[in-house]
């Protein structure tokens, strides 16, 4: 089975604009969540779609949203970037067939905020 | 909800030497904990888990951990290290309810000297 797939893997943004990324879940993977990773912060929760809904968010400002559509790709997109947006930006999938699904993470994609 | 803290950021260990990477995790509910590993330019991978039963869980490459509720600790450890587990190793935890919200400590990077 291919597993996580993100796109893109490096983004080069200025302040102001905004950005869209992309992921693909593991085949069969109903579940979505996305996770910011930065020097500072560490590797904090954004949010989690399952059948096309949020489920359950992170404390995050609403410039952060996503979307899943029906085939479970997900899409998180940061309007209005700020410096402090640069980070590793991860998706992690998962079967969300129980009360514990392992979660199987993407590669990443690198925003860099100039 | 859950916090988690590891107690070194960084730990250098001579090559073939024994290693224990220190967690311990707040929570007022049950919970599942979890060790992931990240290499340079790639996503997570889960090392081992932890979600009931025998408090002693081998993980893949050699790595075990032991759940100690009293202590709420869950500390990682190897007998004997090579060059390819330098790399950032993550503690996480997340509520048994089958939410996929993680929540990460901040990391301890080891790095295995020749």
């Known amino acids: ?114 | 909800a859950q916090s988690v803290t590891q107690l070194d950021s960084q730990v250098p260990v001579f090559e073939e030497a024994p290693v224990e990477l220190r967690c311990n995790y707040s929570s007022s509910v049950s919970v599942y904990l979890f060790w992931y590993v990240q290499y340079p330019n790639q996503g997570l991978q889960l090392l081992l888990k932890y979600l009931s039963g025998s408090t002693l869980v081998k993980g893949i490459n050699g790595f075990e951990a032991e759940f100690n509720k009293s202590q709420t600790s869950f500390h990682l450890r190897k007998p004997s290290v090579h060059i390819s587990d330098t790399a950032e190793y993550f503690c996480a935890v997340s509520d048994t309810t089958g939410a996929n919200n993680l929540f990460f400590g901040t990391g301890t990077r080891l790095t295995v000297i020749p």
């Open chain 1, 1 to 114: 089975k291919a597993g996580v797939t993100q796109t893109p893997r490096y983004l080069i943004k200025t302040r102001g604009q905004q950005v869209t990324l992309s992921c693909s879940p593991i085949s069969g993977h109903r579940s979505v969540s996305w996770y910011q990773q930065t020097p500072g912060q560490g590797l904090q929760f954004l949010f989690e779609y399952f059948s096309e809904t949020q489920r359950n968010k992170g404390n995050f400002p609403g410039r952060f949203s996503g979307r899943q559509f029906s085939n479970s790709r997900s899409e998180m997109n940061v309007s209005t970037l700020e410096l402090g947006d640069s980070a590793l930006y991860l998706c992690a999938s998962s079967p969300n067939t129980g009360s514990y699904n392992e979660q199987f993470f993407g590669p990443g994609t690198r925003l860099t905020v100039l």
